[in-house]
């Protein structure tokens, strides 16, 4: 069984910034999954945010490419995600994310909610 637990959401002004920060916990094959964060809204399916392997390749969605930046430590199993300039739009709530190719598994926190004012 695997757990992640997300933490770092919270308020902010627009054109502020947040560091998300996950750690993931139990069966864990460290030298191969992905890792990463999505993010929904009320009414809206969940989408992908910014996602990186193990090893290190990154990738993001148009909306936050050039705002945030993913990182991740395979050792500890964590993963952060550091967004900068943030818009109203992003508000949501965002997901830790880790896949598991190997084993099949996908695995997602609760959630941590970033809300951002105009």
């Known amino acids: 069984q695997v757990q992640l637990v997300e933490s770092g959401g919270g308020l902010v002004q627009a054109g502020g910034s947040l560091r998300l920060s996950c750690i993931a916990s139990g069966r864990i094959s460290s030298s191969n999954n992905i890792m990463g964060w999505y993010r929904q809204t009320p009414g809206k399916e969940r989408e992908v945010v910014a996602i990186?392997?193990?090893?290190?390749?990154?990738n993001y969605a148009p909306a936050v490419k050039g705002r945030f930046t993913i990182s991740r430590d395979n050792a500890k199993n964590t993963v952060e995600l550091q967004m900068d300039s943030l818009k109203p739009e992003d508000t949501a709530n965002y997901y830790c994310?880790?896949?598991?190719?190997?084993?099949?598994?996908?695995?997602w926190g609760k959630g941590t909610l970033v809300t951002v004012s105009p």
């Open positions: 990186a392997g193990t090893g290190g390749a990154a």
């Open positions: 994310y880790l896949f598991q190719p190997t084993e099949a598994m996908t695995s």
